[in-house]
């Protein structure tokens, strides 16, 4: 579906945040997995985090929706059901790289993951590299692509020293570590998003981070109960960016999570002089189970150009994207660097990012890490393809409400992977939009 959307004069009003894709992920897993039912309230209702349902069914567990809520009775540790064919885990990467953390406990057993054509670009040899070290089998085509299969094994215990910090390697080797022979730590060269490690600090797990590492004990159960989701502070992010661009505007963003590894975004919109007012959870210290929420007060600055560095990719890893076009209204030059992790999202998304709005008008050039935006223009406007990536679908509508001349989004339902209600949500804030090509 191709969608225009047209300059907007100042969007206004309040929206609650979509709930949060990447805990909705977990707390399903971890549903799955633990001994007694789970209830998570406000689930994400989006096509990955579906496909995550699909799985745990697949292997054993039963899941009943109510609306936005869902129960969850899992299969425990060790008890997970080997389906008859191929795990569909769609086009969720989450799920293709966390799921293989359990499923290497259970011996005996072999699973067989499998995606859509965008999954199917996505390496998984930096989670099969620590599973197999813990004792698991673990076979990807050429070496590391999926189809991915995985034999069960016991597992031991490891200490693993992450090249790039990710959240999902992270989780993966953490949640193999529940059924290891002792005390698994994991640490990385940044701090990454730490959702897992909340909920398993809340399911009864001894977890200790120090520092940049984290160490995770031998577990008999899950014992997790109830999980409320936040808002997705990645979501919020693509109002954020609206509400700060397009002149006259004035937002509220309600119940957005503020966790410290989540909002790096908003750091960064904050040093470039937008005007974003919130209680965002000040920088971590003892690991803590329960996630921070805040309203977010949004309005239109004036912007300052700025650069981002390695350490700060992780935190704001899917928001970066969001830089890039804040850079094209900013004063000054906008830089990040040490975000080669864009390359292998559900598209290369600083390819994606650079040429997309390249073609609107920015002035903007690519590195092998992150990319470096000459600002001050603002956009003319044009088309930009989405390449199927949700991400840059939502960017592309946002431009378009700032340009000059509107934007024209090739496969604008791509969003509907994370944030299905994206274009309504951006109606009601007074955004206007079309379905009828213009190129």
């Not at 292998?344 to 390249?358: C, F, N, P, Q, Y």
């Amino acid at each position: 579906m191709n969608m225009r959307f047209a300059p907007a004069r100042g969007l206004s009003g309040e929206l609650r945040a979509p709930a949060d894709k990447s805990i909705s992920h977990r707390a399903a897993l971890l549903g799955a997995m633990a001994s007694e039912p789970v209830r998570i309230e406000r689930y994400l209702r989006a096509a990955d985090t579906l496909s995550t349902l699909a799985a745990v069914r697949a292997l054993g567990a039963l899941v009943e929706q109510h609306g936005e809520h869902v129960l969850v009775r899992g299969a425990g540790l060790r008890g997970a059901s080997e389906p008859g064919e191929p795990i569909d885990v769609g086009n969720a990467g989450t799920l293709l790289r966390l799921l293989p953390g359990w499923l290497a406990a259970q011996e005996g057993c072999t699973f067989t993951l499998d995606g859509d054509e965008s999954i199917r670009r996505r390496p998984v040899d930096r989670i099969a590299e620590p599973l197999r070290r813990m004792g698991a089998e673990l076979h990807a085509r050429d070496g590391r692509f999926p189809p991915l299969r995985i034999d069960g094994a016991r597992l031991r215990a490891i200490s693993y020293e992450l090249e790039v910090a990710s959240a999902q390697v992270k989780s993966c080797i953490l949640l193999a570590g529940l059924t290891a022979d002792g005390a698994t730590t994991v640490g990385e060269p940044a701090r990454s998003r730490d959702h897992t490690e909340r909920l398993l600090l809340r399911a009864g797990v001894a977890i200790h981070r120090n520092g940049l590492r984290v160490t995770v004990a031998s577990a008999d159960e899950l014992l997790l109960d109830r999980v409320t989701v936040p808002g997705d502070a990645s979501s919020a992010a693509f109002l954020v960016a609206a509400g700060v661009l397009v002149p006259g505007s004035r937002l509220v963003i309600r119940d957005v999570g503020v966790n410290w590894t989540r909002t790096g975004f908003l750091r960064i919109v904050r040093r470039m002089r937008g005007i974003v007012l919130g209680d965002l959870e000040a920088e971590l210290g003892e690991l803590e189970a329960d996630e921070p929420v805040s309203d977010l007060d949004v309005a239109h600055g004036a912007l300052e150009g700025t650069t981002v560095g390695a350490e700060e990719v992780p935190l704001a890893i899917d928001e970066l994207p969001l830089v890039a076009l804040l850079g094209c209204f900013a004063e000054g030059e906008t830089v990040v660097r040490g975000a080669q992790e864009l390359r292998v999202k559900e598209s290369d998304r600083i390819a994606g990012v650079v040429e997309g709005l390249r073609g609107l008008g920015a002035d903007i050039e690519a590195a092998p890490d992150g990319f470096a935006v000459r600002g001050g223009g603002g956009l003319r406007g044009g088309v930009i393809d989405a390449r199927g990536d949700h991400r840059l679908a939502m960017m592309g509508a946002v431009a378009g409400l700032a340009s000059r001349e509107g934007v024209e989004v090739l496969g604008m339902d791509a969003a509907a992977v994370s944030y299905p209600a994206f274009v309504e949500d951006l109606t009601r804030l007074g955004g206007s939009h079309d379905e009828r090509s213009w190129s």
